[in-house]
């Protein structure tokens, strides 16, 4: 089964910390993706990677970088955390064929609260 | 602009009804995918439908696609309490291997005994 990972269920930030969110992937993805779910809006994409050190923007990627330096791990990085960016954020990953039933595989998500 | 409307957002049914929720998007795709979330935890796949006619089934559920409408369905039989979740739709429009995916808002549904 492939596992997606997430290094914390809960955080809990204050309003101008640097924030950083940890995902890993045990499945040789090539792809994998970052979210943010709110009540409401569904899922929007922050970015994305299809390969190591290579990363696109998605539809919402102000306030947010990213890092891949390895194939199995993402990670999102909030420079400077601000209280709109209480969230939950859900990685994703898959493996890049672009053909068939290709799927995303989701982690466990990490509810994050700024105040 | 790129989009996936699903109808409706919320759903309260009463177990053994059958119900349909729809998955409306805006830009042609290779594939259409319906994933469920449980309250407090990630999303799981349920379906990936590639092709326009296509039908797939897992136990209650139901879901098919009509490309040149570019809807997809997802049918709800008999529904038990264990249903209850919220759905999500998603449409594939990166193209070839990036898998970049649009969400639909999701649909909570309420299975009442």
């Known amino acids: 089964d492939v596992k997606v990972t997430q290094s914390s269920r809960y955080l809990v930030k204050r309003t101008g910390e640097k924030v950083f969110l940890e995902c890993v992937q045990d499945?040789?993805?090539?792809?994998m993706f970052w979210y943010r779910q709110d009540p409401g809006l569904g899922l929007r994409l922050i970015y994305f990677?299809?390969?190591?050190?290579?990363?696109e923007k998605g539809d919402i990627p102000e306030g947010y970088s990213v890092s891949r330096e390895k194939k199995e791990r993402f990670s999102l990085i909030l420079e400077s955390a601000s209280t709109n960016q209480t969230s939950m954020y859900l990685c994703?990953?898959?493996f890049g064929s672009g053909i068939g039933e290709e799927t995303q595989y989701f982690g466990p998500g990490t509810r994050l609260l700024v105040l | 602009e790129l989009k996936v409307e699903q109808n409706p957002l919320f759903l309260s049914m009463q177990e053994g009804k059958n119900y349909t929720i729809y998955c409306n998007y805006s830009?042609?795709?290779?594939?259409l995918y319906w994933y469920r979330q449980d309250p407090g935890k990630s999303l799981e796949s349920l379906f990936v439908?590639?092709?326009n006619g296509a039908v797939k089934q897992e136990g209650r559920l139901m879901a098919s696609l009509d490309t040149k409408a570019r809807l997809s369905t997802l049918h709800i039989t008999a529904a038990v309490h264990d249903l209850s979740a919220t759905y999500f739709c998603?449409?594939?429009w990166g193209g070839g291997a990036t898998n970049k995916l649009i969400f639909g808002t999701g649909t909570l549904l309420a299975v009442q005994p």
């Open positions: 830009t042609t795709s290779d594939r």
């Open positions: 998603a449409v594939d």
């Open positions: 439908l590639l092709s």
């Open positions: 990677s299809y390969d190591v050190k290579m990363k």
């Open positions: 499945m040789d993805h090539e792809n």
């Open positions: 994703a990953s898959s």
